[in-house]
């Protein structure tokens, strides 16, 4: 099969995931928000899609997500995740690909992923919110940012090399390495 072909199904299937692991986690809010369960198919797809794909999911995943299922919220927070797993996507690709050290390239790739992601968000979140006219402390986000995801944080350090790691070995010809 074309790895183009191969790339397009992957994306579409991780893109399914982001809109679907939200209803695992989402029957408790607080718990759901704080595991992040859209950004491990977005990341995973950043790794083996490529970074046009990865991209693509990210932006797509919330707004979709919100058309189907009413959430999250589009004003300010699904569009701001949008910004955040995009850049998720794109970050954790591009540096993934840098990096020689198989075993720990997903590292060197995801955690300076996680970090620019995260202040992505807050940057888009504070334009939009400025368009809207809705208030938001800039200052406050980023004291909070990090706490507050830190389970899904800390799952996606332990998680996602873990995933890579298999299903690189599983589908070798899949991983986009360029």
Not at 19 to 34: D, R, S
Request: hydrophobic share 55%; glycine share 6%; net charge positive.
């Amino acid at each position: 099969m074309n790895i183009k072909i191969k790339r397009l199904v992957t994306a579409s299937v991780l893109l399914a995931l982001a809109l679907v692991l939200p209803l695992l986690t989402g029957q408790v809010p607080k718990i759901g928000k704080a595991l992040c369960p859209m950004h491990f198919p977005v990341i995973i797809c950043g790794y083996f899609c490529g970074i046009p794909y990865g991209v693509a999911v990210g932006i797509i995943a919330p707004l979709l997500r919100y058309l189907i299922f009413g959430m999250p919220v589009i004003i300010p927070q699904g569009l701001g995740m949008s910004f955040e797993l995009a850049t998720y996507a794109l970050v954790a690709s591009a540096l993934y690909c840098k990096f020689k050290n198989k075993k720990l390239r997903v590292y060197y790739s995801l955690i300076p992923a996680i970090v620019i992601g995260r202040i992505i968000y807050g940057i888009a979140k504070f334009f939009i919110c400025k368009i809207a006219n809705i208030d938001f402390d800039i200052w406050i986000y980023f004291v909070d940012a990090i706490p507050e995801a830190l389970p899904g944080i800390i799952l996606q350090i332990i998680l996602i090399p873990v995933l890579v790691l298999i299903l690189e070995k599983a589908f070798p010809e899949t991983i986009k390495n360029s």
